[in-house]
């Protein structure tokens, strides 16, 4: 069945797009059944899963040990707390959900302080649900403007969350202003080269996601079916 999800999606999907597939509450069984049949992005959006599935399966990164998924590229799309980093970033190639100016500056200083550069996307806020984590526009704007404060992290583009929403006028809305507040940034700040990254789109709306410019589309359920809750 997973084989057969991802051949679809990836039949729909243009080859510019990549394809995360999110493994969060789902069992390393059915990551390994995906990366059987080609799949190398996979995402979680717990620090304790993430690092626990990189110490089993393994990844690209060198802080993961050898196993039987090498090639594995971890993302984390989740709520990040700065006393988690050391959960995340050894293993992670890209964090998409720097949602706030204190996680961004622990994220920098963990990058300086270990060697490396962290790449990230700046988590927008969106959707109508006032819960939601993330950046308004015109803090998008000013963070970047300060961006040579954060040495130890690569801009490489926003993420952003459509409203919980069965209408579709309101989620091409929702993209469409994602989409061009990305297009106003890679204008203003044409010096940010690797600024280009724009993950949007689930496994309800990523079709509406590609239609606003969506370079990266995060797909779960659409993958994997529902979710086991009580997977740890």
């Not at 988690?84 to 961004?104: G, R």
């Amino acid at each position: 069945m997973i084989a057969d999800n991802i051949e679809r999606i990836k039949q729909e999907l243009p080859s510019d797009v990549m394809l995360v597939a999110v493994s969060k509450f789902h069992p390393s069984a059915a990551v390994r059944e995906a990366y059987a049949c080609g799949q190398r992005v996979f995402a979680e959006s717990r620090p304790q899963e993430l690092q626990q599935k990189a110490l089993e399966l393994g990844g690209r990164f060198p802080s993961s040990p050898e196993g039987p998924c090498p090639e594995i590229e971890w993302h984390f799309i989740g709520h990040l707390q700065t006393n988690k980093l050391k959960m995340v970033l050894p293993y992670a190639s890209l964090v998409q959900s720097i949602d706030s100016l204190h996680l961004l500056k622990a994220v920098s200083d963990w990058g300086v302080s270990n060697g490396r550069v962290i790449d990230v996307l700046l988590e927008v806020h969106i959707g109508a649900e006032e819960t939601k984590q993330g950046f308004h526009e015109e803090e998008v704007v000013d963070l970047l403007f300060d961006s040579e404060k954060y040495p130890g992290v690569r801009f490489c583009g926003l993420m952003g969350m459509a409203s919980h929403t069965d209408d579709p006028g309101t989620i091409h809305a929702d993209f469409a202003r994602i989409d061009g507040l990305m297009a106003y940034l890679v204008d203003l700040f044409p010096e940010l080269a690797s600024f280009r990254q724009l993950s949007i789109g689930m496994s309800g709306d990523w079709k509406i996601a590609l239609q606003h410019g969506a370079t990266i589309v995060r797909i779960g359920t659409a993958i994997f079916g529902q979710r086991d809750y009580g997977t740890r």
